[in-house]
């Protein structure tokens, strides 16, 4: 049992499939059936914008850059979060990432820096947890309603900065980002 996965980001190449995970399995890069991929740790379907019924429990949300402006998007299975909480993820490591899920999402850290004011060219993930990618920079994420009262990283802005939304950054109910 043979198959083909990335290579690069132009070709593919054959991998044996009989030792290969399935979806939903635990992996690492390189350890998932063809036409998965492994994503925060899990081997993920690629899927559809809107469309979750092939992530199995899963939701369609992240987007992965091939080349240039060609992305294909794919499975999450992460437990949702609080990004304002002091240990918003049970797994020890994980970050809480506001998204544009209904909900906030546990994954591994981002390994660049991501803080507020990073670049984050292929999204979301190039941020740090607790953060938002807007206009290609990662800003810290805030509660819209409580912004003004709370800490930055717990909700707050830092000073001089409003709360505010934007179409496409995040759909978590009552969480913007600082601008």
Known sequence: DTGCEPSGTTA???VAGN??????????????KPGLRCVFGKCAPPCCAGNDAPCEGGACVVNFQITGNIAIRYC???????????????S????????????????????GPGGAGAPCPDGLL????????YSGTCRLACDLANYMS??????????GDVCVTSTGITTVPGIGFCN
């Open 12 to 14: 593919t190449h054959c």
């Open 19 to 32: 030792a290969l995970k399935g979806p939903k399995a635990e992996c690492k890069d390189g350890e998932c």
């Open 76 to 90: 999450i299975y992460q437990e949702s979060c609080d990004p304002f909480a002091d240990m918003p993820c049970a």
């Open 92 to 111: 020890a490591g994980e970050q809480c990432y506001p998204s544009i899920l209904p909900y906030a999402f546990c994954a591994p850290p981002n390994p």
């Open 126 to 133: 190039d941020c740090l947890g607790g953060h938002v990618c």
């Open 150 to 159: 709370l800490e930055p990283g717990k909700g707050g802005c830092e000073a």
